[in-house]
């Protein structure tokens, strides 16, 4: 493995324990062994280094939401609560990918690529999650298909930070799909 691989690497392992905000050059150099030279040399800076980082680990995120909600349902399992039950699985078993996915959007404040990445898997999201929980296929009209995916993905953006925060009282996917009694 060369030091650009390392680096990506040691870049990944930095974001999911440390944090985008708390990673060093020191910490990315440990971590992989390369010197300090070898970051500016393939990536341009340790923030270019850490957001191409970044970018693969949501990548990673985009794909597990999208398998849970492409999995089709087995007959006589809850639809919707089965699919919610799997997203908080994926939630508690990736917590640390979680946490840097929500890291992430106080850097795009002042990062543009950041930004633009979390903008376009948000509107990936939003066409999954619709087609997932409303059935909005292709020929669904595309304010229906944003206004329904818009809904969905706030629901599990504030799932996903409930059960990073207080897992003890965070809604059960029956408590999810429940309907409210007010």
């Not at 690497?9 to 990673?23: E, H, K, P, V």
């Not at 970044?54 to 639809?79: Q, R, V, Y």
């Not at 965070?170 to 799909?177: E, F, K």
């Amino acid at each position: 493995m060369g030091h650009k691989d390392k680096l990506l690497t040691a870049a990944r392992d930095c974001l999911l324990t440390i944090g985008y905000a708390r990673t060093t050059v020191r910490d990315l150099v440990a971590a992989s062994g390369a010197n300090q030279a070898s970051i500016n040399y393939h990536f341009g800076s340790k923030e270019q280094l850490l957001t191409r980082a970044l970018h693969d680990l949501n990548k990673e995120w985009g794909e597990l939401l999208f398998a849970i909600l492409e999995t089709p349902d087995l007959p006589d399992s809850g639809a919707p609560e089965a699919r919610w039950a799997r997203i908080i699985e994926s939630i508690t078993a990736n917590r640390e990918l979680w946490f840097v996915n929500f890291e992430s959007v106080a850097s795009a404040r002042n990062d543009d690529e950041i930004l633009s990445m979390i903008v376009e898997g948000q509107e990936k999201a939003k066409v999954s999650m619709a087609r997932a929980f409303a059935g909005l296929g292709p020929e669904a009209p595309p304010e229906e298909v944003r206004a329904v995916g818009s809904h969905y993905f706030a629901l599990l953006v504030g799932v996903a930070m409930q059960w990073l925060t207080d897992p003890d009282h965070a809604p059960t996917a029956a408590q999810i799909v429940a309907r409210p009694a007010y």
